[in-house]
């Protein structure tokens, strides 16, 4: 399976800032995506991160808030922007690198703290 | 209603014992299944996919009822180190998108 690091790890910030996290992936992998979990919550889809064009956004998340770029096939960022207390989540990227029928590999997650 | 739902727990077993979490789906166009192990403040790992045949692993025995669009997962023996949050996932053959359930915690105590 595809190896993942994501950067930053974690981070504590001052509302109004913006945070960029990125993963990078030791392989080409067609399907890269963003989740979001809160504090004792599972995981949230945030979007599907495209190469050459712009995300796939689930209902509840736009792109104004949490812009995201998948220059190439190895590499995406998401920037939580103008972030407030509620932000405060971790938040993970996702990758396979098989078809439908295969497990997702995660990075190891972005602790955000927005204070 | 949510579209993987499971039973939260948290389930709390002495060691040996053997636990079994359920969960269901609303899709029926779902495609692939799957049960993620996610230890405290780590990221979630693929446990072992769910097949319609029923698939074993060591200790750990998925099952998969397309007819009741439901999931389960035995363990046997349980160990200290099987506690965590066990997360069934749904893929959807559509887009590709994982959708998980809300995890069920597993207590296994001396």
């Known amino acids: 399976s595809a190896v993942i690091s994501q950067k930053p790890s974690r981070d504590i910030c001052q509302r109004g800032t913006s945070l960029t996290i990125q993963c990078q992936v030791d392989?080409?992998?067609?399907?890269m995506f963003w989740y979001r979990q809160q504090p004792g919550q599972s995981l949230t889809l945030i979007a599907t991160?495209?190469?050459?064009?712009?995300?796939?956004?689930e209902s509840g998340f736009v792109i104004d808030k949490f812009p995201i770029s998948r220059p190439n096939l190895t590499f995406s960022t998401l920037t939580v922007s103008n972030m407030s207390p509620e932000d405060s989540s971790i938040y993970l990227c996702?990758?396979?690198?098989?078809?439908?029928?295969?497990?997702?590999?995660f990075g190891s997650g972005t602790r955000l703290t927005v204070v | 209603r949510k579209e993987v739902e499971q039973d939260p727990g948290p389930f709390n077993v002495p060691e040996g014992a053997t636990v079994a979490f359920n969960c269901t789906y609303s899709?029926?166009?779902?495609?692939?299944f799957f049960w993620y192990r996610q230890d405290c403040r780590k990221e979630p790992k693929l446990l072992m996919s769910?097949?319609?045949s029923g698939n074993e692993d060591g200790r750990f025995t998925a099952q998969l009822n397309r007819a009741s669009q439901y999931i389960s997962l035995l363990i046997r023996d349980s160990k200290l180190s099987d506690s965590a949050t066990y997360l069934c996932?749904?893929?959807?053959?559509?887009?590709?998108?994982?959708?998980f359930g809300q995890g069920t915690t597993l207590q296994v105590k001396p």
């Open positions: 996702s990758v396979t690198t098989g078809g439908v029928g295969y497990g997702y590999t």
């Open positions: 996932v749904v893929n959807d053959g559509n887009t590709g998108k994982l959708i």
């Open positions: 991160a495209n190469q050459g064009s712009e995300a796939t956004y």
């Open positions: 769910v097949y319609s």
């Open positions: 392989s080409q992998v067609t399907m």
């Open positions: 899709n029926s166009a779902s495609q692939s």
